[in-house]
């Protein structure tokens, strides 16, 4: 069970006893205390280790320094000065309320509530902070009403200003704010056309028929479709899954007026008569990831019961017998499903990145044999120690990565940090790029010394470089590296830990040359040794390869 702490300057109590079988929760003795929690250093806070810290901060609407903008700054200011002593110390990440209150201000109609620009403040404030990411009360307040969410009688009973309905809305915030951190994201969502980005059958009622517009009745889906293209600026990956006619389909994309997204806002289509469910396999293996990556939209239940027999590893969500919510529907598949904690470099191009995927198939196509295709691509495979500004980059492979991942470790922003601070180990990261482009940062050893041995806890490669023999590259430099720059290691460690999607590299460290020296067949793990000096790969066909800042050319 996940360990959080919540700091607050009010009662959170009752958030806490809602979140009992979810995460085990400390709040510091006595009122107000958060500050001090932050800044005593034997505090519990800073004695122990936990998974989130949530800080949940209350603005009282009877108080002048809430009334006052020069009172609030004042305010906001001290606050800010405990939150970036707690980021700067605390490699856990951290949610911070925005400024949460009921507008109280006795006022006339042409004042402003003093209260907005402090909000802006704060907001801002907040996004200088690392790891410090905004804990969307306000939101969550708008669900159901202030009205609703703020409770006088619990307030004068209890100093908790939140009503039962929002203690258990902030919990499940909470609960799912762990989530994002430690669940795997899924990766890809599959839509239908006729009657779920457009209304209509467009084989039917034709190019013109069909509902798609900026008012009215077309509204609606044109609306879905600005939120399905800014899920793909986010890094989610959509795929067409429609029966249809493909050039009824492309007559839509070449020349209706409404449409928002476009061809190259997809990594995959499939437009034929054929199941979703065996379309929706053919896509995983296309794109080389798991079957339980992908949610399924279609606006029609038969379809959705066939996907959920077919294929049920993926989800299907389900979608609203009101179209008008149809774009509402869209922004709760991407919070529940897609939504991380922050958007990388990587994620911006994911589309793109799939895409050309799909050229390096067709020259590998092609090719004569492996090696004649590696070498068409003239790849460079950039291999250095993790900077500081690549952590949430491996953060999130570490979250996500299943099919190359030896052991399949979870490892959280705190434990990765650690690796990066200890001389005792080491974290080292590959960037790949070829001809068709930059892949960004893929893959990920971390390494572990004890003694004269070197231990690769773990090792993961994202899925879409898979099969580039990558691997070989990254073992072989790693190993040349440690041997010549701590001379007491002699031999280099493997584990092998089955999971159930990490099958593809069983057999990794057997084809890298590592003896295999013991193995529970029951646990699924397996333990293998080399030594240094007698390691003999065969490296492919890569241009050039940087190996830890000395970049060198590799031969053919």
Known sequence: MKKIAILSNVTVNMIADKLKGKAEVYIPAGFDTWQQEIFHPESELNKCCFDAIFVILYCNPYSNEWLVSEMGEEALNTWYVALRSLAEKSNTPIFVSDLCTQDMQIRSMKEMPAFESLKHKWRQLLSELDRTYLFPITELAGTIGTDNFYSGKMWYLSTSPFSIKANKLIANEIAECLDRIFMPRKKCLAIDLDNTIWGGVVGEDGMDGIQLSNHNEGSRYYNAQILLKEMQKKGVMLAIVSKNNVEDVDE?????????????DFVAEKINWNAKSDNLMQLAKELNIGLDSFV????????????????????????????????????????????????????????EQYRKNAKRQEIKNK????????????????????KDGEMNRVVQLVGKTNQFNLATTRYSSQEVMSFLSSDKSDIVVAQVEDKFGDEGLVAVIFIRYDGDMAYIDDFLMSCRVMGRNLEKVMIAEVCQWIGKTRHN???????????????????????????????????GIKMYRTDIEGMNIKLPPYKRICAFGKEKEQDA
């Open 252 to 264: 839509v994309f070449r020349k209706h007026p409404y449409l928002v997204l476009k061809h190259e």
């Open 296 to 351: 399924f939209l279609d606006d029609n239940p038969a379809e959705r019961e066939e996907v959920r027999a077919g294929c049920p590893e993926v989800e299907v969500a389900n979608f609203p017998e009101d179209t008008t919510l149809l774009p509402k529907t869209i922004k709760e598949i991407y919070d529940r499903y897609f939504k991380s904690l922050e958007t990388t470099k990587e994620d911006t191009r994911k589309t």
């Open 367 to 386: 090719a004569a044999g492996l090696d004649g295709y590696l070498k068409e691509l003239e790849i460079t495979a950039k291999i250095h120690l993790m």
């Open 489 to 523: 290691i002699q031999s280099i460690i493997g584990r092998y830990i089955k999971s159930p999607k990490n099958s593809p590299v069983e057999y990794l460290y057997d084809g890298l040359g590592f003896e295999l020296v013991s193995e529970d067949s029951e646990l």
